[in-house]
């Protein structure tokens, strides 16, 4: 038998890889708390808002998500994943490497942590501009903010 976190982790990137954001938000507890280097602390209808979000704009950036070497200790779990899609402020193809931390309580993910190359991340979506500076604090601030006020305008629209 698979042990039930690694499932609940399974279910919820195969909602993803069929962009169905309710499937994926059914894996978070009401409380759950989701960071990443560009959504820094997301809290609940925040952190459900995001992948809402994400699969809305899915079709159109033609998103492929893949899963794989998830692995269980206790109440946490470990996650690879990776993401092709085209990023829809510049029509550049992105393929973002992901690894993911959750923990688990009463069979929902309370804390999912992602991390990934955020400079690599934006010399593919920005380009020329992104590869030289992306590793610079102002460029991935302001990535944090425009992606930060996209979801404000995504989750006022969505109420």
């Not at 992948?51 to 692995?71: H, Q, T, Y």
């Not at 996650?79 to 193809?93: L, V």
């Not at 030289?132 to 979801?151: E, F, I, M, S, Y």
Request: aromatic fraction near 10%; charged fraction near 25%.
């Amino acid at each position: 038998m698979r042990d039930p976190h690694v499932q609940l982790i399974t279910d919820f990137y195969a909602a993803f890889a069929r962009r169905d954001a309710t499937g994926m938000c059914a894996c978070y507890a009401d409380d759950v708390v989701f960071s990443d280097p560009v959504f820094p602390r997301l809290v609940g209808d925040e952190a459900r808002g995001m992948w809402r979000m994400l699969c809305a704009r899915g079709e159109a950036a033609k998103l492929r998500v893949s899963a794989s070497d998830i692995v269980a200790d206790g109440s946490q779990v470990r996650a690879h994943w990776e993401a092709h899609y085209d990023f829809t402020a510049t029509g550049r193809a992105v393929h973002n490497v992901i690894d993911a931390e959750f923990v688990i309580r009463d069979g929902l993910i309370v804390q999912h942590t992602d991390r990934f190359d955020l400079w690599r991340w934006c010399g593919m979506a920005l380009g020329p501009a992104g590869r030289v500076l992306g590793w610079l604090p102002p460029l991935q601030n302001t990535v944090r903010k425009r992606a930060a006020g996209d979801l404000q305008k995504f989750l006022s629209r969505s109420r």
